[in-house]
């Protein structure tokens, strides 16, 4: 299998970056205005291959917004992004073209979003969900579709799910089928909506769990999170948002133990105080 | 201790009282039951006390009219069907982004809710041959019958469409699909559940204004009872038949679509 969990060069955790590759995602100077609430003020990341970035900020600073705009579910209002060598450019004063709207496919199918809702689709079975999307854009054939689909499952730990509907499953499962969905196109990038943030305490862990697993086997990925604990476990950058804006960014330990910024310090010492403040 | 010495009385206390919920509801179904056998006998008896009714004529002609039943049925199964057509292509073109297909899609509904079904009905089979278009008369009534439910159902359909929740065509988008894939693979099945009782009362009325299409001669159920009703000038027996049938056509109908309605309930929603 290809895709973002097929490196086996680096198993262990380095804090360093050395393991990281070449660029693999780069959004320059996105901005956002919903109406006249600017909600996105220039922001530039630039996500390299087998890295795991964290963004984290109050509601409200924009982290969500920004990871929509990297794969075009919010148009931005300024700004490019490029995923695996795909440019696409925020063009908001004009309809979008075919060959614009092809971009955009691009850009998404090089990307895989797991989203805060999860999001399954409730009409088909597990195993639907998962090969609906290889077998008609990436015209896998159906039998390799569902032995790429059942391994998938079984690295979420849900193999014998295969055959349920969603809502039969609880919402730890149902995430993890989602992430099991992305993976099955096998994107160069995974987006991560804070995928925790509508679980029941109980049931994040085990959703976790499988995504520090994807990062530590070197998947590249972006990551919405309040998961502090995670993030300093699972990530190799952390980056601080306020007012749609990139306040400042590091290592885990660094940012989390000792930020430089006051406002990244205020966030956390808040945060550390009420770990669950209402969610974007 | 207490609670075990009480454990053996608890099972049979349970029993008693789901028995006593079981009998009340029973004796719930069974007058509810009576209520109309006895409302309903006493109609029938009140009716035939009169001495005014003509039994020989029901014997002799009820099954000419019952034959308009199967007419009936016909015209509206087919219509229904015709009319989910329109009313899918009308409410995606509606929910178009294109101005001018939204707009050829909210003229035909508002043209059509906006005239009498009788006129529409009229209209085709009256008023085309003008131009030459003949058409038969079922075909008219299958026609006007289609587009009449057609543009009711478009906006049954679009707030269906609509009420499949944003985040589904967004996982679809974030997976690469087009859009058209998105609307036929993830929302419209979707969207379909949610309307499908909707269908169903469509249905049941469908039924029931079908008796319009009598006026172009169509030879359905209330063409049947007013043809012999006036020619034997037993017009109160030949509708009571073309009544009752109907009601019962109505009563089977939506018994279905309860059950159905049930079974989707049930389902893996």
Redesign the interface.
């Given at each position: 299998m290809t895709g973002p969990i097929e490196s086996p060069s680096h198993i262990s955790h380095p804090v360093t970056g050395s393991h990281l590759g070449s660029p693999m995602v780069r959004a320059e100077g996105i901005e956002k205005y919903f109406g006249r609430n600017h909600v996105l003020q220039g922001m530039d990341l630039e996500v390299r291959t087998r890295e795991a970035v964290m963004l984290i900020g109050r509601s409200g600073s924009g982290k969500t917004t920004f990871l929509r705009c990297v794969?075009f579910?919010e148009e931005p209002s300024a700004g490019s992004v490029e995923i695996d060598g795909v440019r696409v450019a925020a063009d908001p004063l004009h309809a979008r073209s075919r060959a614009h709207?092809e971009q955009i496919?691009?850009i998404?199918?090089r990307?895989?979003?797991v989203?805060q809702?999860f999001?399954?689709?409730?009409?088909m079975s597990v195993l639907q969900n998962l090969i609906?999307?290889p077998t008609?854009?990436l015209k896998v054939a159906r039998p390799e579709a569902v032995e790429r689909a059942e391994a998938y499952l079984g690295k979420v730990g849900l193999a014998e799910k295969r055959d349920e509907?969603?809502?039969?499953l609880s919402g730890g499962q149902k995430q993890r089928v989602?992430i099991a969905?992305?993976l099955c196109?096998e994107p160069k990038v995974l987006?991560f909506d804070e995928p925790t943030s509508a679980l029941d305490p109980e049931l994040i862990g085990e959703v976790l769990r499988v995504m520090e697993d994807l990062a530590h086997e070197g998947a590249t990925m972006i990551v919405v999170t309040h998961e502090m604990h995670f993030a300093r476990e699972a990530a190799d950058r952390v980056v601080f948002l306020e007012e749609g804006r990139i306040i400042e960014e590091g290592p885990p330990e660094k940012m989390l133990d000792n930020p430089d910024d006051d406002r990244t310090r205020q966030f956390l010492r808040r945060f550390l105080a009420s770990p669950h403040p209402g969610e974007s | 201790m207490t609670v075990s010495a009480q454990a053996p009385r608890l099972p049979s206390l349970i029993e008693q009282i789901e028995g006593a919920q079981d009998r009340a509801r029973t004796v719930f179904r069974l007058k509810f039951a009576g209520t109309w056998a006895l409302l309903l006998g006493l109609l029938i008896f009140g009716l035939w006390a009169t001495g005014n009714i003509d039994t020989t004529f029901i014997e002799l002609w009820g099954p000419f009219i019952l034959l308009g039943a199967p007419i009936t049925i016909l015209l509206s199964v087919v219509s229904i069907f015709f009319a989910t057509l329109l009313a899918i292509v009308g409410a995606i073109a509606r929910l178009s982004r294109n101005a001018y297909i939204s707009g050829v899609a909210s003229l035909y509904v508002s043209l059509v809710r906006g005239t009498p079904l009788l006129v529409q009905i009229a209209f085709i089979y009256f008023a085309l041959p003008q131009f030459g278009i003949f058409i038969d008369s079922i075909p008219s009534g299958i026609i006007a019958l289609s587009f009449n439910y057609g543009a009711y159902m478009t906006e049954v359909f679009r707030a269906g469409i609509q009420a499949v929740p944003r985040g589904q065509r967004e996982a679809a988008a974030s997976l690469g699909m087009p859009e058209r894939l998105i609307m036929r693979r993830i929302v419209l099945p979707q969207a379909f559940r949610i309307v499908i009782p909707a269908i169903g009362n469509d249905f049941v009325a469908m039924v029931k204004d079908s008796a319009l299409v009598s006026v172009i001669s169509v030879q359905e159920l209330l063409w049947r009872a007013r043809q012999v009703g006036t020619q034997e000038f037993r017009n109160f027996e030949a509708l009571l038949i073309a009544a009752a049938i109907y009601w019962i056509m109505t009563v089977v109908f939506s018994f279905g679509q309860e059950r159905l309605e049930k079974r989707m309930a049930r389902g893996d929603r």
């Open positions: 794969n579910l709207l496919r691009q998404r199918i990307s895989g979003m989203f809702e999001n399954l689709f409730p009409h609906e999307a008609r854009i509907y969603p809502a039969r989602a969905r992305a196109m987006l | -």
